[in-house]
């Protein structure tokens, strides 16, 4: 559902992934089982600015992945933990000759006897200590092998000039194992760069906000069920979410996920709901229906994020009285101004536009109902081990109406003994919410409303 253009099918992906598959609208007994997904895998890459001669030791440093044909771009900026100094090799590969893996330990070979005496200036610091460790972050296949990008561990160092190399005693280790703290930007790349143009522009980096396309048409028939001797169904007539947000994400280690987003294209959703009883209910019944969880296409990167958006769409309703047999149509249309932009996760005051598109009751009864589709985009990931969460959570509609025939005391209250009346009570309620921070699927940290509304939208009495 990320859709980072038209041009690029994706950031993560593409709702066209899920356009496509059927709305995957079911009776709440057959939930549809989630499928699994596309999962791009990013690659190394270097950034632009990358001298390729410099052999210093240092406590942070920045690793680029990406994905050409996605036209994802990751930025890692790490710190390492005290005792440990980051030597990374893109960063010497014009000085090096060749790096022999064949071992654990590592051989290099320098190109020159003064590149082989800068680097034993510039190492000193791991022999210097037995407490002193140096990670090794290696590329490409011999090193790396599939991943691309390998760190090593290195306890000490020993140098042979007239062979020109450094011996490295060296062992595998992990990320997480040297990481002091550490954030991942994820972003897009700037689409309207083509050919070696795109090249240049893409080694540059991270300069353009990933796009995630909300849109998703769910209209159909969403739960139908008889219980305790009514009979209860809810239809989306039409039911549609729609709007492009633009998002810039970061994954850390200190803070979790953090996205601000900016959206587009009449960010929100339509929802036309009709609800139809019959019988006479004396309890009264609520029921939570899960409609689908769509996976949508995620991305990972060896050893350091996976990263697996979803979309899942859920219907609360409730019933509270009912004699008789009525349906109730609701509609509601709520979107964001273009050009809103909020942080996931802080409260935001955007003022969205709601309007009520379809109200009406047929049958002579009493009913009360409550209508609430809820749509949620959730952004799941792990970095370095750790679980993050971001997203969006749009309720819309929470449609409450309340229908009193003339049968009934209420409904003679309110509109008299003319018995082609009824009492109808309608209220609108539409929340965005976004959250970010740490947690799994299903989590929402530190939610808090986009916008909130709130209407009476009708009440009065109907001839029926
Ligand atoms: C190597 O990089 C470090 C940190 O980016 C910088 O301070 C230093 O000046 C660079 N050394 C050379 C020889 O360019
Ligand atoms: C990656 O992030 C670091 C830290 O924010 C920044 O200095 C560097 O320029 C970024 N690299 C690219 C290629 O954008
Ligand atoms: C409605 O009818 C009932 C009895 O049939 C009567 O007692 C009541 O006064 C009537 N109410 C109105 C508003 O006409």
């Not at 109808?424 to 740490?438: I, K, M, P, R, T």
């Amino acid at each position: 559902m990320f859709v980072k253009s038209a041009a690029s099918a994706g950031l993560l992906l593409a709702l066209a992934n899920y356009a496509s598959a059927s709305p995957v609208l079911a009776k709440r007994v057959d939930v549809v089982a989630p499928a699994v997904a596309n999962k791009f895998l990013l690659t190394p890459d270097t950034p632009a600015d990358n001298d390729g001669s410099n052999l210093s030791l240092k406590t942070e440093e920045s690793y680029i992945w990406s994905h050409q044909d996605q036209g994802i771009v990751a930025n890692m900026t790490l710190q390492a933990a005290s005792g440990f100094r980051l030597l990374t090799a893109i960063n010497m590969q014009d000085v090096v000759e060749s790096v022999d893996c064949a071992t654990e330990d590592i051989t290099i070979k320098f190109g020159s006897a003064e590149s082989l005496q800068a680097a034993q200036e510039a190492w000193k610091w791991v022999n210097a200590d037995a407490a002193n460790t140096m990670i090794y972050v290696a590329e490409g296949q011999a090193c790396a092998g599939t991943k691309g990008r390998q760190p090593f561990s290195v306890e000490s160092i020993s140098y042979d000039a007239v062979a020109q190399t450094a011996l490295m005693a060296a062992s595998l280790t992990k990320w997480k194992d040297f990481v002091e703290d550490a954030s991942i930007r994820i972003a897009g790349v700037p689409v309207d760069a083509t050919g070696s143009d795109a090249q240049a522009v893409k080694r540059r980096g991270v300069s353009k906000d990933v796009t995630i396309d909300i849109g998703h048409d769910f209209s159909g028939p969403i739960f139908n069920t008889d219980v305790d001797g009514i009979s209860v169904a809810l239809n989306c007539d039409s039911c549609k979410t729609h709007g492009t947000a633009d998002a810039d994400i970061t994954l850390s280690l200190s803070s979790g996920f953090s996205a601000s987003v900016r959206t587009h294209n009449s960010f929100g959703a339509d929802m036309d709901v009709s609800l139809t009883a019959s019988g006479t209910l004396t309890d009264p019944l609520s029921f939570s229906v899960p409609i689908a969880t769509v996976p949508l296409a995620g991305f990972s990167i060896a050893d350091l994020v996976d990263f697996g958006p979803q979309l899942n769409i859920a219907a609360d309703a409730s019933v509270s009285a009912v004699s008789a047999s009525a349906t109730a149509s609701l509609g509601v249309s709520a979107s964001l101004p273009d050009g809103s932009g909020f942080t996931l996760g802080q409260t935001a005051d955007i003022q969205p536009n709601v309007q009520t598109t379809k109200l009406g009751v047929t049958g002579s009864v009493s009913v009360a109902a409550k209508v609430g589709p809820v749509v949620s985009l959730e952004l799941v990931a792990s970095f370095l081990g750790k679980g993050v969460v971001g997203g969006l959570a749009l309720q819309a509609p929470v449609l409450s109406a309340k229908f009193e025939g003339s049968a009934s005391t209420m409904g003679m209250l309110a509109c008299g003994n003319n018995t082609a009346e009824v009492s109808l009570e309608l209220d609108v309620g539409v929340e965005l919410d976004g959250f970010a921070g740490f947690g799994g699927a299903g989590d929402r940290p530190n939610q808090k409303a986009v916008f909130q509304k709130d209407a009476q939208v009708f009440k009065s009495c109907l001839t029926v």
